[in-house]
Each structure stands twice: as structure tokens, then as C-alpha cells.
């Protein structure tokens, strides 16, 4: 089997608009969950998320992209430039032919759906733009950055809930792992701030009026954030015979399902497919030095994935360090697994553990090392990042520092 | 109807049960009404009197609508009935 690496990263989110700032943001313990802004937001009960602010579309587009790209694809399209541009892959007439695109995403294009809903059912309009459906379908982002960059190999959107981009780089790492493609574009997109998206989500009454305070004892919900986050998952021959900067290795995954609930969490779901990663990636419960955790800030699930790192690794759950960079950058639903794999990278590549912050009381059933609100420096080989989605689907990836 | 024979008929109807199963005392764990299903009610609930309920499925217990018993939920809703009018 080939080993796969990460060569070219690309982000933009609530902390930042690209790897950098992201990074720093998250080192810095920044938050960027502030005051949502968008049409009809003083109709919801919710009013904070982490939104993408000081952004300008038409900047980084063309009008004729911008007919075509909602926000989800825009957000993709920047994420892969940076990636692509990162990884300083040519793509020549032979890989481009085997290079393909795996993307997370949920909602598809919501702000699409919320503007020509809107349009239709409220100001009665019986005409839309001929370009709703190219625009809001769940694969458009994927599709418009195979097209941007002329990869022809397989790609496709997994749709997982929470867990999409997780699902998705797991697809885009076996496909290299196993020599079907040399190179793959992955990861994940999500902006579901909309009113209609938060107004959805408002019905469930898991979310939070003022802030993600993961693992702490008076967290009261998850708090929606959006944008994107774009790898480039390389063979590793490929990639050393090219001289490629190597950012970390992805060294296994697993995937499980809870067949429980379609909303509450499974410990034993959960334990399964954090045992099944670290069985896939031949590692012992000690090696794992970081976790970077689903963490949502919902009482559900934190409790519940805290119960379940500490049935996987015993007595070394409380020398491992877990946090949840969703306090920062909130939820990014199907894009979130990607932009968390940045925190990933940061502990393997540079030794700095993001931390979560908003940590204001600690919860016995949230018993470990949390690295409460302040990164910590620390040497770390290798990082798992954990995805427990609605629905009950759940997929971990593992993650080694380069050699 | 009354307000406790609307919220007694709401929740009968989540717990999949006849109305004199339930009493003022019962709890909806008791009736068997899990999360999802207080979730639910509480919706059916605010669409049913028009008020709006808090509650964060989070916290269930904190803010001050009471859902301990029956009997507490309908005294939260003629609470905010009463209020609203």
C-alpha cells in the first residue's frame, strides 16, 4: 500500500482567511464567533456564529463565477487555490487524468435556497435564475474546483452531516493509499448562515445564545460556523520525487455507525471508531499524543466522547491532550473536519496544541486534559481527529508528524 | 378545552398513550418521552397557545420553565399564556 501525505493546505473561516492567520488565531486562543450579519437576522433567536466577515466575493471572483458559486463553492474554490498553490503541483496532461476531488459538505448551496425561496414564496416572483439548481446542488464546490484545475480522476461530495469532511478525506486517502490516484484534492466546505440555515437549526433547541464552551460544565450548545478547508493528499513517492514540502502523513482512518438515534451520540459508536483508527494506523493507545475533538459544546455530546476516548485509552486518556477548536471557529458542520485538521498539523508540525477556550467550570464527566483556553507547546508525534455526526456516522482520521 | 387538557392531549400524542394514562404528576421520562420527543412537545406546544417556550434541549432544567412533571409544564404554559394576553 502507498503512504500518503499532506502537501498543500488552504482555509478560510471565522479565524482566518487562510493557513496562517488561521493557525495563529488558533494559537492566540482567538475567538471568532461574533454577531451574525445577514437579512431578517433580528427574526431569530440565535444571533451569533462563526461567519466569514471582511470577505469580498467579487475580489476573488468574476461575475460569471459569482452567477455560479454560493458561498459553500466560493469558500471551496479559495480553500483549493491556496492548497493547489501550496503543494506547487503542476498538473501535467497524465495527473491530471488520475487527480480527483472528495469534498464534505451538508447543506449544499442554503443561501441560494433561502434567497430564491424567498423570491418565490414571499414576494411571489414566478421566475428564478436559470442558475439555482448548478448553484445549490451539494456537489457544486467539488465539481467547480475538478473544473478550475482540469482534474479529470474521480470525484464526488460525501454528505455525513458533521462528520462530511472526515468521510471525505478518508475516501480521498484511500484512493491514494490504495494507487488509484497519485494525487487528490480533499476536505470539506459548509455556510449554512442564512436565515433559513440558523432558523433550522434554532427548532432543535441544541444551540447556543452566547457562546461554545466545549467541555466546560455550564456549555449550553454548539455554535454554527462556516467556510472551508482544502488538502492536498499526495503519494509519498510522488511527492518526494518532486522535492514537495510534506506538512504531515495521514496513516490511517476508520469509519463506524451508532444504528441508535438520529441525534444522540453513542459512546460505543464512537469507541469503535477511535479503536478501529488506531487499529488501521498500527498504533498503540500511548502513541496518540493530541485528539482534536468533535467537542460541539452540546451536554450530549461532550459527555459522551469524553466517555468514550476514555474507554479506548485507559489509563493514557489523561496523558493525552483533547481539545475542541469549535470554541473558536464554531461548527462548520459538513466543512468541519477539514478545518480541524489544520489543529492537527499545527501538533504534529509545530508542536503547539490548540486549546478550547471559553473553558469556565470543569465537568467531572468531562474528565481529561482539555488544554483549557490556552495553546500549549507540547511534542507531539501523532493527532486523531474524531467526527461524530447526526445520524449517528462517525469517522476518525490519523495523523503523523513528517519524516 | 382547558390548557391542561391541551398540553395533557399534546402529550399523549408523543407518548403514544391514551389521556388517562396521564396524570399531573407523571414525568414525560416516566411516559416515556425521551429528547427528541420533549423537543417535540415543547414545539407542538408553542404552535398550539402561540407563545414561544424557553428551553434549551442543553440545559433542560435551567431557565424557568419548569418540565419536571405534567403538572409543572401546564403551570408554565398558563404562566405564559397569561402573560401574552
Redesign the interface.
Known amino acids: 500500500m502507498k503512504r500518503v501525505v499532506i502537501t498543500g493546505a488552504g482555509t478560510i473561516n471565522a479565524l482566518g482567511q487562510d493557513v496562517p492567520s488561521t493557525l495563529e488565531a488558533m494559537r492566540e486562543g482567538r475567538c471568532g464567533i461574533g454577531d451574525l450579519e445577514f437579512r431578517d437576522v433580528e427574526r431569530l433567536s440565535i444571533r451569533i456564529g462563526g461567519q466569514v466577515k471582511g470577505y469580498d466575493p467579487e475580489a476573488a471572483f468574476t461575475r460569471q463565477e459569482l452567477a455560479l458559486y454560493d458561498k459553500f463553492t466560493q469558500f471551496a474554490v479559495i480553500a483549493a487555490r491556496q492548497a493547489i498553490a501550496q503543494s506547487g503541483l503542476e498538473f501535467s496532461e497524465e495527473l491530471s487524468l488520475r487527480a480527483g476531488v472528495v469534498l464534505g459538505n451538508s447543506g449544499g448551496g442554503m443561501t441560494t435556497l433561502d434567497e430564491n425561496y424567498r423570491s418565490v414564496y414571499e414576494d411571489g416572483k414566478n421566475r428564478v435564475h436559470p442558475f439555482v439548481v448548478p448553484k445549490l446542488m451539494n456537489n457544486a464546490a467539488a465539481s467547480h474546483v475538478s473544473m478550475a484545475w482540469g482534474l479529470r480522476g474521480p470525484s464526488f461530495t460525501v454528505s455525513t452531516a458533521c462528520a462530511s469532511s472526515n468521510h471525505a478525506m478518508a475516501q480521498a486517502f484511500q484512493m491514494v493509499h490504495g494507487g488509484l490516484c497519485p494525487v487528490m484534492v480533499t476536505g470539506g466546505s459548509e455556510s449554512m448562515l442564512c436565515f433559513g440555515g440558523v432558523k433550522a437549526w434554532e427548532g432543535l433547541r441544541v444551540m447556543s445564545k452566547d457562546a461554545c464552551r466545549p467541555f466546560s460544565a455550564n456549555r449550553n450548545g454548539m455554535v454554527q460556523g462556516e467556510g472551508a478547508g482544502i488538502f492536498v493528499f499526495e503519494e509519498y513517492e510522488h511527492a518526494r520525487a518532486r522535492g514537495a514540502e510534506v506538512w504531515a502523513e495521514v496513516i490511517g482512518y476508520a469509519m463506524s455507525s451508532d444504528a441508535s438515534d438520529i441525534v444522540m451520540p453513542s459512546k460505543q459508536g464512537a469507541a469503535r471508531c477511535i479503536s478501529g483508527a488506531l487499529r488501521d494506523a498500527r498504533l498503540n493507545p500511548e502513541d496518540v499524543g493530541y485528539i482534536n475533538a468533535h467537542g460541539t459544546g452540546t451536554a450530549a455530546n461532550d459527555k459522551t466522547e469524553c466517555a468514550a476516548v476514555a474507554d479506548v485509552f485507559g489509563r493514557h486518556a489523561d496523558r493525552l491532550m483533547m481539545s475542541s477548536t469549535k470554541s473558536m471557529h464554531g461548527h462548520l458542520i459538513g466543512g468541519t473536519g477539514a478545518v480541524e485538521l489544520l489543529a492537527c498539523i499545527m501538533a504534529v508540525r509545530d508542536g503547539v496544541i490548540a486549546p478550547t477556550i471559553n473553558f469556565q467550570e470543569p465537568d467531572p464527566e468531562c474528565a481529561l486534559d482539555v488544554v483549557p483556553n490556552e495553546a500549549r507547546e507540547a511534542d507531539v508525534d501523532v493527532a486523531l481527529s474524531n467526527a461524530f455526526a447526526f445520524g449517528g456516522l462517525n469517522a476518525v482520521l490519523a495523523l503523523r508528524r513528517a519524516e | 378545552m382547558s390548557i391542561a387538557d391541551r398540553v395533557i392531549t399534546i402529550i399523549a400524542n408523543q407518548a403514544m398513550l391514551e389521556l388517562g394514562d396521564i396524570t399531573l404528576e407523571s414525568t414525560l421520562e416516566g411516559l416515556g418521552v425521551?429528547?427528541?420527543g420533549l423537543?417535540e412537545s415543547?414545539?407542538a406546544i408553542e404552535e398550539a397557545f402561540d407563545i414561544s417556550v424557553p428551553?434549551?434541549?442543553?440545559?433542560p432544567s435551567?431557565g424557568d420553565f419548569d418540565i419536571s412533571t405534567v403538572g409543572a409544564i401546564v403551570a408554565g404554559v398558563q404562566r405564559l399564556v397569561a402573560q401574552q394576553s
Do not use: G
Not at chain 2, 55 to 59: C, G, I, L, S
Open positions: 425521551d429528547s427528541l423537543v415543547i414545539f428551553f434549551n434541549a442543553n440545559v435551567a
